[in-house]
C-alpha cells in the first residue's frame, strides 16, 4: 500500500506566505485516489507532490476542524472530478458540505465502507471539535494484504476502538501506525486528550506489542507536527523520532507498506 504525505503539519504553522520548511495542513493520500483530509493547503500539496487533482475518488474525513476540513477544498476536488467525488465524514461534517455536488457518506463509529480496492474501518477516537455531537475518527486501512492504523488526530486509543480493531484484526498484525505525535518531546500537558506526546506513544507502542497488535516488523510514522512543540532544526527531528523507533513524515514524503528489510 502507497502512502503519500500531502500535508504534515499541525494548526499552529503559519499557511499564509508558506516560506520553504513550512508543513501544510496534514493530509494524507492512500493508494493513489483516497485522501484522508481535506484542509486549506491540500490543493497546494497535491500539486507539490505531482498528484492530478482530478485523481481523487474519495475523500475520508477524521473529523472537522478547519486545518483537515475546509469545504472549499472539497468542492474544488469535486470541481476536478465534475461532482464524481464520495466524501465520509461525520454526520455533522456532512452538512457543514452544504450543497457542495459531491456524494455524500455519512459515518459511525465501527462503519466499514471500500474506497476502490481499499477497505477502512471508523474507530472512534479521543479528540474533540466545537460541535459537542461530532463523532471523531481514526481509520483502520486494509487492501487484503497490508494493513494499517491512522491514528490521528487524538491521543490515546479509546476502548471502542481497541475492540472493534481487535475483532477485525482478528489475530493479524498491523503492518503500520501512523501516529498523531503533535507535542514530540514536549509533555503533552493539557493536550493530553486530544494529541500524544512521545511518551505517550512509547506507551501504547509497548502495550499493543505485548497485546500482539504490532509486532518488531510493524512501522512507526509520525504526523501531525506541531512548530512550536518540536526542535526548529529538521535533521534534529528525525533523529528525536528515529531514537524513539519512528519515521517521522515529510511533505511530500511517499512510502510503500510494508517497508523493505
Not at 518531546?185 to 512509547?202: E, F, K, Q, T, V
Not at 502495550?207 to 509486532?215: E, H
Request: contains cysteine.
Amino acid at each position: 500500500m502507497t502512502i503519500t504525505f500531502i500535508g504534515t503539519g499541525a494548526a499552529d504553522w503559519d499557511w499564509g506566505a508558506m516560506p520553504p520548511g513550512t508543513r501544510g495542513s496534514t493530509a494524507t493520500l492512500v493508494g493513489g485516489s483516497c485522501l484522508i483530509d481535506a484542509g486549506p493547503t491540500v490543493m497546494r500539496g497535491l500539486a507539490e507532490a505531482g498528484v492530478d487533482s482530478g485523481a481523487i475518488a474519495d475523500i475520508v474525513v477524521t473529523h472537522s476542524h478547519q486545518d483537515h476540513f475546509r469545504p472549499e477544498t472539497i468542492a474544488a476536488l469535486s470541481d476536478a472530478r465534475g461532482g464524481n467525488l464520495r466524501v465520509w465524514a461525520a454526520p455533522e461534517a456532512i452538512q457543514a458540505l452544504g450543497g457542495i455536488q459531491c456524494d455524500k457518506r455519512p459515518l459511525c463509529a465501527g462503519a466499514r465502507f471500500e474506497c476502490g480496492d481499499l477497505r477502512y474501518t471508523a474507530l472512534p477516537s479521543n479528540h474533540a471539535t466545537g460541535n459537542i455531537r461530532e463523532q471523531t475518527f481514526h481509520f483502520l486501512i486494509e487492501d487484503g494484504q497490508t494493513t494499517i492504523l491512522y491514528a490521528l488526530d487524538g491521543a490515546w486509543i479509546l476502548a471502542k476502538a481497541q475492540d472493534i480493531l481487535g475483532r477485525t484484526l482478528a489475530g493479524r498484525k498491523l503492518d503500520a501506525v501512523i501516529w498523531d505525535a503533535t507535542c514530540g518531546p514536549s509533555p503533552a500537558g493539557w493536550r493530553y486528550a486530544a494529541h500524544n506526546d512521545l511518551a505517550m506513544i512509547d506507551a501504547m507502542k509497548a502495550d499493543m506489542d505485548d497485546a500482539s497488535v504490532t509486532a518488531a516488523g510493524t512501522v512507526h510514522i509520525l504526523d501531525h507536527i506541531a512548530r512550536t512543540l518540536w526542535p526548529t532544526d529538521a535533521e534534529e527531528r528525525r533523529a528525536i523520532a528515529s531514537r524513539h523507533g519512528c519515521i517521522l513524515a515529510e511533505d511530500g514524503m511517499s512510502v510503500n507498506i510494508p517497508m523493505e528489510a
